[in-house]
């Protein structure tokens, strides 16, 4: 099916001083930015079914139901954040193409996902520096959230992301040498909507900011000394790629996150630690970090 191509924007404004803008999304997916407060605005877009239909009859559809409007070219009004899907149709009523109108509030409070405890909308990590990693975000309960379109790369060069089967979340594979420096960050966009309202979402990272080691797994346990090691996916040689680890010794029965004061607490870059304290019962935590970064801390893993 070709594209619908846009090939002109009235503006009809109701407050004077606020502007808008069209831009495509992709294919048959456009967006109207709107500044100020778009409950209040009516905007008039003009829409072309294609150049090769100019001698066809046509008449136009807006979500399944017929509008006044024919010919190749038409002019529909989008008012408040009413966009919609419009179709042309020929005289057989076969659709002959479409194009996907959605609103996006520009200075309207984000709604269609939620933020995580750092004030984020997009949660990235990596488990490596393997060019491998994964965001995710959370949908407001309240809305009927859906992806529109995503896109990740670095400088100029593309990077492949696909769109987990939950909806919720981006896995991506950048291809790189685990080894290079990284001088220019990521760039991530998301674009979702809830009916006709749509939103964009950036964040732009590098990898060393959001690796996050897999959890330590503890080898061996024996005569208060305990043992582990390097997590399966973390980056070899290890004198490339160190960990530095966290050990905790806290009362019996208490969460590693705890911030009651433990009884031990120490950073070590080896991975094996013989307990000091000599009490019978005690839980012993170990997380680990890549040094050189100091960002992202592993989950804990715990043994009693």
């Keep these: 099916m070709n594209l619908i191509f846009l090939f002109a924007l009235h503006l009809t404004l109701l407050h ?32 072309q079914c294609g150049d090769e239909f100019k001698d066809v009859e046509i008449h136009w559809q807006k979500n399944g139901q017929m509008i006044l409007s024919k010919g190749n070219s038409i002019n529909v ?29 520009v200075n ?28 995710s975000w959370k949908w407001s309960p309240i809305r009927n959230g859906v992806v529109v379109f995503f896109k990740a790369f670095r400088n100029s060069s593309h990077i492949n992301c696909s769109l987990d089967p939950d909806n919720a979340g981006l896995t991506c594979e950048e291809e790189k040498c685990s080894y290079s420096e990284e001088v220019t960050r990521i760039n991530l966009t998301l674009v979702v909507r809830n009916q006709y309202r749509l939103e964009e979402h950036q964040r732009t990272f590098f990898i060393h900011d959001i690796v996050k080691p897999e959890k330590v797994s503890i080898t061996k346990a024996e005569n208060n000394e305990f043992h582990w ?9 290890y004198s490339y790629y160190p960990l530095q680890y966290e050990v905790k010794v806290i009362k019996p029965h208490k969460g590693c996150d705890d911030t009651a004061t433990p009884v031990e607490n120490e950073y070590i870059n080896e991975t094996h630690y013989k307990v000091s304290d000599r009490r019978r019962s005690y839980t012993f935590c170990v997380r680990a970090q890549d040094p050189f970064t100091n960002q992202v801390w592993s989950d804990w893993n715990q043994q009693r």
């Design 229 to 237: 090691g390097t997590p399966k996916t973390w980056n070899m040689p």
């Design 77 to 105: 009004n989008i008012q408040a954040m009413l966009g919609g899907n419009f179709t042309c149709h020929g005289l057989s009523g076969e659709v002959l193409n479409h194009t996907l109108v959605l609103v996006n509030p």
């Design 108 to 135: 309207f409070e984000k709604a269609i996902l939620k933020q995580n405890q750092d004030k984020e909308f997009i949660t990235c990590l990596a488990r490596n520096y393997n060019g491998l990693f994964h965001c």
């Design 16 to 47: 004077m001083g606020e502007s808008h803008s069209l831009r495509v999304i992709k294919p048959n997916v456009v967006a109207l930015d709107v500044d100020g407060d778009p409950m209040t605005q009516m905007t008039s877009v003009s829409l």
